[in-house]
């Protein structure tokens, strides 16, 4: 039986992921039965939306062998895609169970964050996401097999018969570094946050700005239109949609809080009375 490193790690950032947001979940007064079963769907859904994303993003990978975009533990998912299945699937099933959508969001997304970051590690051992040509003394190497080694082949960038790919930026580790910090930041944030779903409004702000410029290091993702004169490529202006959509709700909405807050405040009141 073959034990693919990358859907361990899958299986391990899920498994992390859900018993970190359940346990969340529980403490900020969430029954138990609610959070697994958010969890459950969440899970579900983002492995489909990953899986679904990565498929139509890279058609011509399974053209000869359709049945394989079944074989996710091989690896190739795309996170947007897990993330927009999932967000809806979970807010579906929230609005259903009469649950605050937004309150559910800002307790589960900092454990989304720690799951993405374990994925990114299945991702490296996987050598796939990887980066450019790196000449720094923490560029790493792929072996034969893996994408990146396919990718540099391919490219004429090292002959056949090679043992590894040419050195490249390890932007999967960058990334899982990168999560982690948004875990600790989120999770530190969530008690003082203002109004629900700031903090699921800060990780998306967080990690698309993240992303978009860890993109610019990332190989294996071709461009696909030009804003400003850049070439970018999908995940990089959905990172940028995302960045700039979050921001401006992020402000709206914090803006709208501030005011809400002034009217019902005491000393607005008794100016009132005064007049």
Not at 27 to 45: H, K, N, P, T, V
């Amino acid at each position: 039986m073959t034990l693919y490193s990358y859907g361990v790690c899958i299986a391990l950032a899920f498994l992390v992921a859900i018993t970190t947001a359940a346990a969340r979940a529980r403490r900020y007064g969430w029954r138990a039965e609610a959070a697994y079963d958010i969890c459950l769907y969440a899970m579900l859904a983002s492995l489909a939306g990953s899986r679904l994303l990565y498929v139509l993003e890279n058609p011509h990978e399974f053209a000869s062998a359709p049945w394989e975009a079944l074989m996710v533990w091989k690896g190739g998912l795309s996170y947007y895609g897990g993330v927009i299945a999932a967000v809806i699937a979970c807010a579906v099933y929230m609005r259903i169970r009469r649950l605050s959508v937004a309150e559910g969001f800002d307790l589960f997304i900092p454990s989304v964050a720690l799951g993405h970051a374990i994925g990114r590690i299945g991702c490296f051992f996987n050598g796939c996401c990887f980066g450019t040509l790196c000449a720094l003394p923490f560029a790493v190497v792929f072996p034969e097999g893996s994408t990146a080694y396919s990718s540099h082949l391919e490219a004429g960038i090292i002959m056949p018969g090679s043992m590894y790919s040419m050195p490249v930026h390890p932007t999967q580790l960058y990334e899982a570094l990168m999560e982690l910090g948004a875990f600790v930041i989120l999770s530190l944030f969530l008690p003082r946050k203002k109004f629900h779903g700031q903090v699921f409004l800060l990780y998306f702000v967080l990690y698309g700005a993240g992303r978009f410029l860890l993109e610019f290091l990332r190989a294996d993702n071709p461009a696909v239109a030009f804003v400003g004169g850049t070439a970018m490529n999908v995940p990089q202006l959905m990172s940028l949609a995302a960045l700039i959509v979050s921001t401006a709700v992020l402000v709206w909405v914090g803006a709208q809080n501030k005011k809400r807050v002034a009217r019902c405040s005491p000393a607005s009141t008794h100016r009132k009375d005064r007049i």
